[in-house]
């Protein structure tokens, strides 16, 4: 007699493409992937490459411990691609200790280093011993405390650096020694959020004067910087310097040149309350700062406030023939809708194939009744088929 009873085969191991696959949709849920990795060994080795692809380190008792898996379990080693040291207790010499006593060798395979609220002075050796991890392609340095001269010898430390991400620096005071910089970087992506670019002191030479003379904006094509009234001078002989080679920007304001956030930032289209159109004094100067003109072969544009007066002027001096995509922040709040539409449909534009609004995920908004309150105030754009809106959770 033969019995129905299931009896599942002794080896079900899946094709090592397909457990990748599996693992990367669940790249976001670590529970899940924890789960996974107690599955088999193939499962085990899969789910370890999403779990440990990221690495934060907040306190010297999460270095110390991520010291430790490293030192009992060198694979793991392999699995890291972007570690990131951020919170208010690390310290600079912290840090520096970190980087310097045991990473460089077990982390073989890291892309990026992520710095946020790291504060204190650098010493030289810290600064050589950055060099060792040779497979570094992205640094960000966000809300960092730092004297200029070491910001300069952070960014000269890797040889292969591509994506350099610099916001709110907070410059220390003073002067110090002279830092070695081993390296002239290649840079293809740079990202500027900063309300004052950082000089040194008496302004003998700023972070962009430092880049353009060690030539590390000669391969560049992406360019993210967040315009104030006291850098934009800087911005614009940035973007002019840039001129033809640049092929996507990114423009932002840091300070809102005397717009309040409140006022920029909220539910899109009040149209029947508009900004008022005049300028102030420095958003007069930006206009006269930012010239696009150079800009011939700018193929992407991204602009933060699309509600901001200055929107519209700077989407008018777009000259480059080549502009595909258009995309604008969820900042929306009392932006003229049709005056917009009336530019973006301009002759400047007639490559355009994609305009793109951004908005804010919001779990009580059905996503079709967004979609549709978008092409009612865009008719011209839904029509041409370019209309696109997407959601993000930032």
Same mark, same amino acid.
């Given at each position: 007699?033969?019995? +129905?009873?299931? =009896?599942?085969?002794?080896?079900? +191991?899946?094709?090592?493409?397909?457990?990748?696959?599996?693992?990367?949709?669940?790249?976001?849920?670590?529970?899940?992937?924890?789960?996974?990795?107690?599955?088999?060994?193939?499962?085990?080795?899969?789910?370890?490459?999403?779990?440990?692809?990221?690495?934060?380190?907040?306190?010297?008792?999460?270095?110390?411990?991520?010291?430790? &898996?490293?030192?009992?379990?060198?694979?793991?080693?392999?699995?890291?691609?972007?570690?990131?040291?951020?919170?208010?207790?690390?310290?600079?010499?912290?840090?520096?200790?970190?980087?310097?006593?045991?990473?460089? &060798?077990?982390?073989?395979?890291?892309?990026?280093?992520?710095?946020?609220?790291?504060? +204190?002075?650098?010493?030289?050796?810290?600064?050589?011993?950055?060099?060792?991890?040779?497979?570094?392609?992205?640094?960000?340095?966000?809300?960092?405390?730092?004297?200029?001269?070491?910001?300069?010898?952070?960014?000269?430390?890797?040889?292969?650096?591509?994506?350099?991400?610099?916001?709110?620096?907070?410059?220390?005071?003073?002067?110090?020694?002279?830092?070695?910089?081993?390296?002239?970087?290649?840079?293809?992506?740079?990202?500027?959020?900063?309300?004052?670019?950082?000089?040194?002191?008496?302004?003998?030479?700023?972070?962009?004067?430092?880049?353009?003379?060690?030539?590390?904006?000669?391969?560049?094509? &992406?360019?993210?910087?967040?315009?104030?009234?006291?850098?934009?001078?800087?911005?614009?002989?940035?973007?002019?310097?840039?001129?033809?080679?640049?092929?996507?920007?990114?423009?932002?304001?840091?300070?809102?040149?005397?717009?309040?956030?409140?006022?920029?930032?909220?539910?899109?289209?009040?149209?029947?309350?508009?900004?008022?159109?005049?300028?102030?004094? @420095?958003?007069?100067?930006?206009?006269?700062?930012?010239?696009?003109?150079?800009? =011939?072969?700018?193929?992407?544009?991204?602009?933060?406030?699309?509600? @901001?007066?200055?929107?519209?002027?700077?989407?008018?001096? =777009?000259?480059?023939? @080549?502009?595909?995509?258009?995309?604008?922040?969820? +900042?929306?709040?009392?932006?003229?809708?049709?005056?917009?539409?009336?530019?973006?449909?301009?002759?400047?534009?007639?490559?355009?194939?994609?305009?793109?609004?951004?908005?804010?995920?919001?779990?009580?908004?059905?996503?079709?009744?967004?979609?549709?309150?978008?092409?009612?105030?865009?008719?011209?754009? @839904?029509?041409?088929?370019?209309?696109? =809106?997407?959601?993000?959770?930032?």
């Amino acid at each position: 007699m033969v019995s +129905d009873a299931y =009896v599942p085969p002794e080896n079900v +191991d899946l094709p090592p493409e397909l457990d990748a696959y599996l693992m990367d949709l669940l790249a976001y849920n670590s529970n899940a992937l924890k789960s996974c990795a107690l599955v088999s060994k193939a499962w085990l080795a899969a789910s370890r490459v999403c779990l440990f692809r990221d690495i934060t380190v907040e306190s010297e008792t999460m270095f110390l411990r991520f010291e430790e &898996v490293l030192i009992t379990s060198p694979m793991i080693g392999d699995c890291v691609r972007t570690l990131r040291f951020r919170g208010r207790e690390l310290s600079a010499p912290l840090v520096q200790c970190c980087l310097s006593r045991t990473l460089p &060798v077990p982390l073989s395979r890291l892309e990026a280093f992520e710095f946020r609220f790291v504060q +204190d002075s650098w010493k030289p050796q810290s600064l050589k011993d950055l060099a060792k991890f040779t497979t570094i392609t992205r640094i960000s340095l966000v809300e960092c405390s730092l004297y200029t001269e070491e910001l300069f010898g952070i960014i000269s430390a890797f040889p292969f650096l591509k994506d350099l991400r610099v916001a709110d620096i907070d410059e220390s005071v003073g002067e110090i020694e002279a830092v070695e910089k081993p390296h002239n970087p290649k840079l293809e992506r740079l990202l500027m959020h900063c309300s004052a670019i950082p000089t040194r002191r008496y302004g003998r030479e700023s972070l962009i004067d430092f880049l353009i003379s060690k030539g590390s904006l000669e391969s560049l094509r &992406v360019l993210d910087v967040g315009i104030s009234m006291y850098n934009m001078r800087s911005m614009g002989k940035l973007i002019r310097t840039l001129g033809p080679q640049l092929e996507e920007l990114h423009i932002g304001f840091v300070s809102p040149f005397g717009r309040s956030d409140t006022d920029l930032s909220s539910e899109p289209f009040s149209l029947t309350q508009p900004f008022c159109a005049a300028y102030t004094c @420095h958003e007069t100067d930006m206009l006269e700062s930012i010239d696009l003109t150079q800009s =011939v072969n700018l193929q992407r544009l991204v602009l933060s406030r699309p509600a @901001h007066p200055l929107t519209r002027d700077l989407l008018s001096r =777009v000259v480059s023939p @080549h502009v595909h995509t258009i995309e604008f922040g969820p +900042d929306f709040i009392g932006a003229d809708t049709q005056q917009l539409e009336e530019t973006l449909c301009a002759p400047n534009f007639s490559q355009l194939a994609e305009v793109c609004f951004v908005t804010k995920y919001n779990p009580n908004k059905r996503e079709d009744v967004v979609k549709s309150k978008y092409q009612l105030a865009f008719p011209r754009l @839904h029509e041409r088929g370019i209309l696109q =809106v997407a959601r993000t959770l930032d």
